[in-house]
């Protein structure tokens, strides 16, 4: 059971039955009366993001949110097909669901899916992803702005900015936490 004081940004709880994370918090303590939490919330099934004020005594209960290893297998329509690595079964999110993670989710990527009582609702990619560029304009020697770049299409259909010198066909690291690029990777 949280308190309003253990409100921080990130916490996950459950309030009216449905599972909301804080993104934002801020503590707020009038000259007279109750301290207040001012929050901003986010509920992890819909997405919807709302602000929600909190006096300092109420209370919430802990979500029932469970981490599981899976791999994902492929694509249907905007369906996206799941595997639990240890029981090998088999679990379908929404294009919703997956969020920005389908960018660099290519076949048999590991990562781990949250559940809310037995359903699952989001996706957590590992911190970097490899991947291959399919489409990039060739480079032209001497073409050295300081700060260049240029776009690259990955297997994924990800649109992404490297520096000029990357060719198609390279294999790049990319950070899933912000979508940009941090280093070719040798095969």
């Not at 690291?173 to 690029?181: L, P, V």
């Amino acid at each position: 059971m949280y308190e309003a004081s253990d409100l921080r940004k990130g916490l996950k709880f459950e309030m009216d039955g449905e599972p909301y994370i804080v993104v934002q918090f801020q503590f707020v303590k009038p000259g007279k009366g109750q301290a207040l939490y001012k929050t901003r919330l986010k509920n992890m099934v819909t997405g919807v993001q709302f602000e929600r004020t909190f006096r300092s005594g109420d209370k919430f209960n802990e979500a029932n949110l469970e981490e599981h290893e899976m791999e994902y297998l492929y694509s249907e329509g905007n369906k996206f097909c799941f595997m639990n690595t240890t029981s090998y079964e088999q679990e379908f999110l929404s294009e919703d669901q997956v969020g920005e993670a389908k960018d660099f989710m290519k076949e048999n990527t590991v990562c781990n899916v949250l559940f809310f009582e037995d359903t699952p609702i989001g996706v957590s990619l590992p911190n970097f992803a490899d991947l291959k560029i399919v489409e990039a304009e060739p480079w032209a020697k001497g073409d050295t702005a300081s700060g260049s770049t240029k776009p690259v299409k990955l297997e994924t259909g990800y649109m992404v900015q490297v520096p000029p010198f990357i060719e198609e066909g390279e294999l790049i690291r990319i950070d899933t936490r912000t979508g940009e690029y941090v280093e070719r990777v040798k095969e």
